[in-house]
């Protein structure tokens, strides 16, 4: 008997596949809604969550079979990309490929206490949603620059459901001035003994006078707490760790070969419309055509000085060939088309360099699925 499958709505944008043989549920994932930050434009995404297989049901291919269904489904749902977070070395089975590196900021507290900075007045809470409405404010206001940043809806996000660990939520800190939220972090609640974790952080216009007041208030909260260190989880290029590298930090990153975050494309046209907005905006001083080949689906970009016309099929220019996974390295910024394209595509490099320039995707700790 073979496997039959199921998909089950378990909440709002929430859904689970499960694996049947028999009678017997053999293997699920779930599958979520996610909205994706890319610049002025934002994509859909399904992402893969909570992949398992009962230990008595495990080495006979359930969960490859499961994913590969679900794939399928999302495709054939209208889902122009799928991500997820995944161990080392096993999606790349599905053409998933890493499209975000792993980045901390670690400064001692000798390092930290350099900072001059405006004290501004401060405030901890235990409750997770805690003005979740000023964060996400600042948040949507300063995070379209690092694509496959979750969008916020300040009318229904509910706070930092985890920190960097899965197990508990993250407890919001928020830097005030005049009674008006200006900056934020996100602690994780139960770290290191030897060290402050911080899952996120931002400010109003990404200040740099403001994250030099983040500083100077964690500095406080660690030597309270008896930390030896702060470590922040954040982009290399993001402002804060600009400001931290000035009083002297540690900034590590690690970029898996097959694992951790990691996306492929689904839907090539559909997802080329939905950044149309951004290409727009990238293709100011470029013309020219481009053809774009994955998974059997072709898509011709026609890039004239500040548009770009999206046609479906090859037309008459050269056609460039990438894997979904390769796909989704590209259209995010992760490697560079010059990285991706044999040499004889020069053409086509040129364009795609401006159209898909090279960025730093991140998806902050606490949006993880």
Request: charged letters at 25%; aromatic letters at 10%.
């Amino acid at each position: 008997m073979g496997l039959q499958f199921t998909v089950e709505a378990e909440g709002p944008g929430w859904f689970r596949v499960t694996a049947f043989e028999g009678s017997s549920r053999v293997s699920w994932l779930y599958v979520v809604d996610l909205n994706l930050h890319y610049g002025s434009s934002s994509v859909k995404a399904g992402g893969v969550a909570g992949v398992y297989t009962p230990r008595e049901h495990r080495g006979k291919g359930y969960s490859a079979a499961t994913l590969r269904y679900a794939v399928q489904w999302m495709r054939e749902r209208g889902y122009p990309l799928t991500a997820l977070f995944g161990i080392l070395e096993y999606y790349h089975r599905f053409g998933y490929a890493t499209f975000m590196g792993e980045h901390t900021a670690t400064l001692s507290l000798r390092n930290a206490s350099r900072v001059e900075a405006e004290e501004l007045d401060w405030e901890v809470s235990d409750d997770q949603g805690a003005w979740r409405g000023e964060i996400s404010r600042i948040y949507e206001a300063v995070n379209t620059l690092w694509p496959g940043a979750r969008v916020r809806d300040p009318s229904s996000w509910e706070g930092f459901r985890k920190g960097v660990s899965w197990e508990h939520p993250a407890k919001p800190l928020v830097l005030k001035r005049s009674g008006e939220v200006v900056a934020y972090a996100a602690l994780e609640r139960w770290p290191n003994p030897e060290e402050l974790l911080v899952a996120e952080v931002g400010a109003e216009d990404h200040d740099p006078e403001l994250y030099k007041s983040m500083i100077k208030t964690l500095y406080g909260v660690a030597l309270q707490e008896r930390k030896s260190h702060i470590k922040v989880h954040a982009p290399p290029d993001h402002p804060f760790v600009k400001v931290a590298r000035a009083c002297g930090c540690t900034v590590e990153s690690f970029y898996p070969w097959s694992g951790g975050g990691m996306a492929r494309v689904l839907r090539l046209k559909d997802l080329l419309e939905a950044v149309a907005e951004e290409l727009e905006s990238r293709s100011t001083n470029v013309e020219g055509d481009v053809a774009l080949k994955v998974d059997g689906e072709e898509v011709t970009l026609r890039v004239r000085r500040g548009s770009v016309e999206i046609e479906e099929g090859a037309a008459s220019c050269g056609v460039v060939e990438l894997g979904p996974g390769e796909a989704a390295q590209l259209i995010l910024g992760y490697r560079s088309a010059m990285e991706l394209l044999p040499r004889a595509a020069k053409g086509q490099v040129g364009l795609l360099t401006h159209l898909f320039p090279e960025r730093h995707p991140y998806v902050w700790q606490p949006d993880r699925w």
